[in-house]
């Protein structure tokens, strides 16, 4: 069992950046994928990034280039770096895990990102 809690969301001017961690709780966390999804107002849940037990990662192409998820297997927590902000990356940001990025067994509660143009 692993439980996720996001925090470090916030509101934040176009052009900013932000770097909410995710903190993980059961001692199978350092085996599992992890990933950053977002879902803005009146849009699905999509995935943003991904990174795997070993430290590889991929991105969605919106995101290539400013955002980038790291991992710290001692602290159980990975982290979403998000810089060159645009008021189209405002939504509620939702860390996840399990096997494989793509479908997450474990979510967290969601943190919300407003950027402001």
């Known amino acids: 069992q692993v439980q996720l809690v996001e925090s470090g969301g916030g509101l934040v001017q176009a052009g900013g950046f932000l770097r909410p961690p995710c903190a993980a709780s059961?001692?199978?966390?350092?085996?599992?994928?992890g990933a950053w999804y977002r879902q803005g107002p009146g849009k699905q849940r999509e995935l943003a990034a991904g990174?795997?037990?070993?430290?590889?990662?991929d991105y969605a192409d919106p995101v290539t280039g400013r955002f980038t998820i790291s991992r710290d297997n001692a602290k159980n927590t990975v982290y979403l770096q998000m810089n060159s902000l645009d008021p189209e990356d405002t939504a509620v940001y939702y860390c996840g895990a399990g096997s494989n990025w793509y479908h997450p067994a474990y979510w967290g509660q969601g943190t919300q990102v407003t950027v402001s143009s």
């Open positions: 990174i795997t037990p070993g430290g590889s990662t």
């Open positions: 059961g001692s199978i966390f350092s085996f599992t994928a």
